[in-house]
């Protein structure tokens, strides 16, 4: 079988500035834990992200769920990602024609390619919506995840379709650096896969949500990162929840390590 390289090592690999800097802060941070703080008010999400910040290594948000967001905001979001060296990835799930995707990342009021270092987008558009965020993105040194598996109960992103959007991240490398998956799909060690849909305790919510463990994720599935949200935010105390993912994340990592 394969060796599997460490996170130094494929920060080495790594050509984009974006999974360079991930892994070399996977590696110093020793985690593979990204947070989802899916909270409404900017004081909540800064709260948070201040707590945690020594336990992530990515921050994800979904900007347009925050009732009082202004642009100071954004300045906070970013001192406090720079003080705790964590990267910032929108989830913004860009899913429109190139021209429209291309507007939506740099205007608006969220003017989102100015601050995110990662976005995501799903890949039904067809290549476009690739090229349409990389003649945005790529000047200002910004990745793309493809949304090539979804967590979510019956969703569509599986067979051909994983398949078409593994061969559209291959194809387009210089901007996209990695997958939203379930699992691992590709040996690049250049590329990184991110997992949503992880709690401690498998299971799901009443909305189709479906849960896997770190180990699962990690150890069993060969992804790199778990995403965590409620199964943090919603804790009594979400500094020991950060500890215990951030444990649970690296211990199944450390594991697979020669
Ligand atoms: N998210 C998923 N599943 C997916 C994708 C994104 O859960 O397939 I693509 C997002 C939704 C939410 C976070 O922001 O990841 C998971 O939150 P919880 O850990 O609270 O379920």
Known sequence: PKKVLTYGERSELCTHPV???LFKIMHEKETNLVVSADLKTTKEVLQVLKKIGPHICMAKTHIDIIEDY????VTQLCEIAKKHNFLLFEDRKFADIGNT???QYS????????????IN???VPGEGVVKGLKEVGLVKDRACLL???MSSLGN???GDYTVATIKMAEENKDFVVGFISQKKLCDDPTLVHMTPGVKLECGKDSLGQQYLTPDEVIGRRGSDI???????VQAHDIVKAAKAYQQAGYLAYQQLLP
């Open 107 to 118: 205007s608006g009021l969220y003017r989102i390619s100015d601050w995110a270092h990662v």
């Open 70 to 73: 202004n642009p100071e905001f």
């Open 147 to 149: 949304i090539a598996e």
């Open 226 to 232: 778990i995403i965590v949200g409620r199964g943090i």
């Open 156 to 158: 569509l992103a599986t």
């Open 19 to 21: 999974t360079k800097e």
């Open 121 to 123: 987008a799903h890949s």
């Open 101 to 103: 995707v291309k507007l």
